[in-house]
């Protein structure tokens, strides 16, 4: 795009010059042409005064008319005119036209002045030149002889003139821009994008990819510094590798990307590593013929994502934006991150039954509600479970096809859209070690009991060699299901299931985020008047649209503590952050209706001099977005009625790098488990909720700062790096 800038502004700058220079050529040359028509007709007009003007004082019109013949049909002579002092027709050539003949302004003005003069003017539909010269008898004017002149030929010659000019501005244009742009690409552009890719491979350690694109006589002082800067970091690097090498086997030190790689180097002999979800990482669309892409809205891409940059590996998931397609090659691979690869993202094809049938249907309409106790009845359908495996096969077959070159892989599959998957791996290839994590709650083997196809889900689960769960409970509820349909042996001191000669262990591995101390976005607050807030006291939920996260049970809170506590109106406001979820199923469209209606219920209330109580805002907005937000924020409030674990509890901790605010936990997420300085409520009850607002926002800044240290020390010590490294370490040594 910024090169057609370049290009545009080179054609609208090389244009408006020529133009100049044309319109001044163009303009001399129509003087020169006006000036040499009104001098010759002059020298005409001089010469047949002298012969006209005795023969007009004798009155011998006939000599007149002999004289204006003889000159009659020369090449742009139209004719001549003979007046008396009265302006009276005294003697015309032939063919003059009565238009002409009757035009005598020029006429009335050069015997007024007694002087010559010329003029251009339009008749008979074309352009003339007449020119008057008075004639005289003892000093006085009696009358004028007119010449008319053909002048058409001068308008003709500039618009020939404009015409090759015109051809002549466009081929300078052309031509320009060819130059242009061949001095941008070849020039500048190509050996840019060279440099570029050099700098990106001098990051992964190839120095000498640099020292060779520094040979660019052009760039080479920049590429001279860079290389030099290149080896400093790669220096840096290597020293930081070496540590964590020395740190590998403390667990009293922090699990940080660096020690994650050194860890797959080191345990697992980089041994390829290969994950599994319906969900990309990364998605593509196209608007207005402009690609961009984005990180959807998912606590699992949250998790994963950052060990695939470590790592590396290939990520298997559905391409679900409309530019997916446009920006994979033809086996629809694509390097992740789009800004700087790490890893392979692979992405599968759906029809739209497929997708209907297997995400809509089986794993949001079925599966989901199954495994969160959130009171909305599963349904079931039998042509769902039909798409639901023949998609998990789908998922099956691709990586298989990936892997069978490579020898002993390490499978991740991730989550509850592919439970059949393990099963067919497993039984293609024995050798693969698989870990399937279930990154939802696990219900009471009552609950899963209810499912009709309950024994080929958990019979495609043990085909993995570890399942983990977010907490122990979800373990335990997972072992007592496998108990009660599933013919196995059942070590309770292992944790371990063995169905059919192979051994599952079940192992709770409580999900988190990646931590650092040094964001580039370390201590910076947003800006909250693009939100329209502008109150003392600020409050954040970030959750998808969706109907196990308690917006409703949050709002009812939120208006009870207004309530409660009137003091607070006009100095309160709350940010939802809630951007559209699953947007096919029904019971979701129902349910952002009723959040929406819900907040406007709230606001009509209790609005007052332009300042409203929640703000619902309805766009997914990237990790940088949302950091800057927990900042301002006074309270967050997460209130899952059922949630795995809900690593928005933990993106806040770890925002908090002031040490302020405070966290409002529902007991039934799981991060409740882990999180000890949040406030703990139930989120059913609004009481709970009012309150513990008002305890956050007069809570004293040391009891805050207490309590965050206390959160922040937790993800710190457990963050995604280390959940990671216990996982794969569980799966290889399985």
């Given at each position: 795009m910024k090169t057609f800038y370049v290009v545009l502004g080179t054609i609208a700058f090389v244009g408006l010059l020529i133009l100049g220079l044309t319109y001044q050529q163009i303009n001399?040359?129509?003087?020169?042409?006006?000036?040499?028509?009104?001098?010759?007709?002059?020298?005409?007009?001089?010469?047949?005064?002298e012969s006209v003007e005795p023969f007009?004082?004798?009155?011998?019109?006939?000599?007149?008319?002999?004289?204006?013949?003889?000159?009659?049909?020369?090449?742009?002579?139209?004719?001549?005119?003979?007046?008396?002092?009265?302006?009276?027709?005294?003697?015309?050539?032939?063919?003059?036209?009565?238009?002409?003949?009757d035009s005598k302004q020029t006429l009335e003005r050069a015997m007024d002045s007694n002087r010559s003069l010329g003029n251009f003017l339009d008749a008979d539909g074309g352009k003339i030149y007449q020119y008057v010269e008075p004639l005289h008898q003892d000093n006085s004017v009696i009358g004028g002889l007119m010449v008319v002149q053909k002048a058409d030929y001068i308008d003709e010659e500039i618009s020939m003139a404009w015409r090759n000019n015109l051809l002549r501005?466009?081929?300078?244009?052309?031509?320009?821009?060819?130059?242009?742009?061949?001095?941008?690409?070849?020039?500048?552009?190509k050996p840019i994008v060279k440099l570029a890719e050099s700098i990106k491979l001098s990051r992964f350690g190839k120095t000498e990819e640099l020292e060779n694109a520094s040979r660019n006589d052009f760039f080479k002082p920049l590429t001279s510094e860079i290389t030099k800067l290149s080896r400093s970091l790669f220096q840096a690097r290597?020293?930081?590798?070496?540590?964590?090498?020395?740190?590998?086997?403390?667990?009293?030190?922090?699990?940080?990307?660096?020690?994650?790689?050194e860890f797959v180097k080191t345990y697992l002999k980089n041994r390829n590593i290969f994950v599994l979800s319906n969900r990309e990482p990364y998605v593509h669309t196209k608007n207005n013929n402009e690609i961009t892409y984005s990180m959807p809205a998912s606590g699992m891409v949250t998790a994963v994502e950052p060990i695939m940059e470590a790592c590396g590996g290939m990520w298997i998931a559905h391409g679900?934006?409309?530019?997916?397609?446009?920006?994979?090659?033809?086996?629809?691979?694509?390097?992740?991150?789009?800004?700087?690869?790490?890893?392979?993202?692979?992405?599968?094809?759906?029809?739209?039954?497929?997708?209907?049938?297997?995400?809509?249907?089986?794993?949001?309409?079925?599966?989901?509600?199954?495994?969160?106790?959130?009171?909305?009845?599963?349904?079931?359908?039998?042509?769902?479970?039909?798409?639901?495996?023949?998609?998990?096969?789908?998922?099956a077959q691709t990586l298989l096809s990936e892997i069978k070159n490579i020898k002993d892989p390490i499978i991740l599959v991730q989550d509850f859209h592919l439970?059949?998957?393990?099963?067919?791996?497993?039984n293609n290839r024995p050798d693969a070690q698989i870990g399937l994590?279930?990154?939802?709650?696990?219900?009471?083997?009552?609950?899963?009991?209810?499912?009709?196809?309950?024994?080929?889900?958990?019979?495609?689960?043990?085909?993995?060699?570890?399942?983990?769960?977010?907490?122990?409970?979800?373990?335990?509820?997972?072992?007592e299901t496998v108990g009660k349909d599933i013919e196995s042996v059942i070590d309770s001191e292992q944790f371990s299931i063995t169905h059919k000669g192979h051994q599952t262990f079940i192992k709770p591995f409580p999900i988190s985020v990646a931590f650092s101390e040094e964001s580039d976005s370390a201590g910076e607050k947003a800006d909250l008047s693009k939100f329209g807030i502008y109150t003392k006291y600020v409050g954040i939920g970030v959750d998808r649209m969706d109907y196990t996260k308690g917006i409703m049970e949050r709002f009812k809170g939120i208006e009870m503590f207004l309530e409660n506590y009137p003091t607070y109106k006009g100095q309160f406001t709350f940010l939802q952050i809630a951007p559209p979820s699953r947007e096919s199923v029904e019971k979701y469209?129902?349910?952002?209706?009723?959040?929406?209606?819900?907040?406007?219920?709230?606001?009509?209330?209790?609005?007052?001099?332009?300042?409203?109580?929640?703000?619902?805002?309805?766009?997914?907005?990237?990790?940088?977005?949302?950091?800057?937000?927990?900042?301002?924020?006074?309270?967050?409030?997460?209130?899952?009625?059922?949630?795995?674990?809900?690593?928005?509890?933990?993106?806040?901790?770890?925002?908090?790098?002031?040490?302020?605010?405070?966290?409002?936990?529902?007991?039934?997420?799981?991060?409740?488990?882990?999180?000890?300085?949040?406030?703990?409520?139930?989120?059913?009850?609004?009481?709970?909720?009012?309150?513990?607002?008002?305890?956050?926002?007069?809570?004293?800044?040391?009891?805050?700062?207490?309590?965050?240290?206390?959160?922040?020390?937790?993800?710190?010590?457990?963050?995604?790096?280390?959940?990671?490294?216990?996982?794969?370490?569980?799966?290889?040594?399985?």
């Open positions: 001399s040359q129509y003087r020169a042409l006006s000036s040499d028509l009104q001098y010759r007709t002059g020298l005409l007009a001089d010469s047949l005064k007009y004082i004798a009155n011998q019109t006939k000599s007149i008319y002999q004289v204006l013949n003889k000159f009659t049909n020369r090449q742009r002579l139209l004719g001549l005119v003979v007046y008396n002092n009265k302006g009276e027709v005294v003697a015309a050539s032939p063919g003059l036209s009565k238009e002409i003949i501005l466009i081929a300078q244009i052309i031509l320009s821009v060819l130059v242009v742009i061949f001095i941008l690409r070849w020039l500048i552009w290597t020293a930081a590798s070496r540590e964590a090498r020395m740190r590998l086997e403390k667990l009293d030190t922090p699990w940080t990307e660096n020690r994650l790689k679900s934006g409309n530019a997916d397609k446009l920006t994979a090659d033809a086996e629809g691979k694509i390097q992740a991150p789009p800004d700087e690869p790490r890893y392979t993202l692979k992405r599968i094809w759906l029809t739209e039954e497929e997708e209907k049938g297997h995400y809509t249907g089986f794993s949001n309409e079925a599966l989901w509600p199954l495994c969160h106790v959130s009171h909305t009845r599963p349904v079931f359908r039998k042509e769902d479970w039909v798409e639901y495996r023949r998609v998990n096969g789908k998922f439970a059949v998957v393990p099963r067919i791996i497993k994590f279930w990154h939802i709650p696990w219900p009471s083997a009552e609950s899963f009991s209810i499912c009709p196809w309950r024994k080929e889900i958990l019979e495609g689960m043990l085909g993995a060699d570890v399942v983990g769960f977010h907490t122990q409970q979800h373990c335990n509820n997972f072992m469209r129902e349910f952002n209706e009723a959040v929406t209606d819900e907040a406007e219920r709230i606001n009509r209330k209790f609005s007052t001099n332009g300042w409203k109580p929640i703000v619902l805002y309805k766009k997914h907005l990237s990790h940088g977005e949302i950091y800057p937000l927990y900042r301002r924020a006074d309270v967050c409030l997460v209130t899952s009625l059922h949630d795995g674990m809900n690593l928005v509890a933990k993106e806040f901790a770890a925002s908090r790098d002031d040490d302020a605010g405070v966290l409002v936990l529902s007991q039934f997420a799981g991060a409740s488990r882990d999180l000890k300085g949040a406030l703990v409520i139930n989120p059913y009850s609004a009481e709970q909720t009012a309150k513990s607002i008002y305890d956050a926002l007069n809570m004293p800044k040391l009891e805050q700062r207490r309590r965050m240290q206390r959160m922040r020390q937790t993800v710190k010590d457990y963050n995604v790096y280390r959940w990671a490294s216990e996982f794969l370490k569980a799966v290889a040594s399985s």
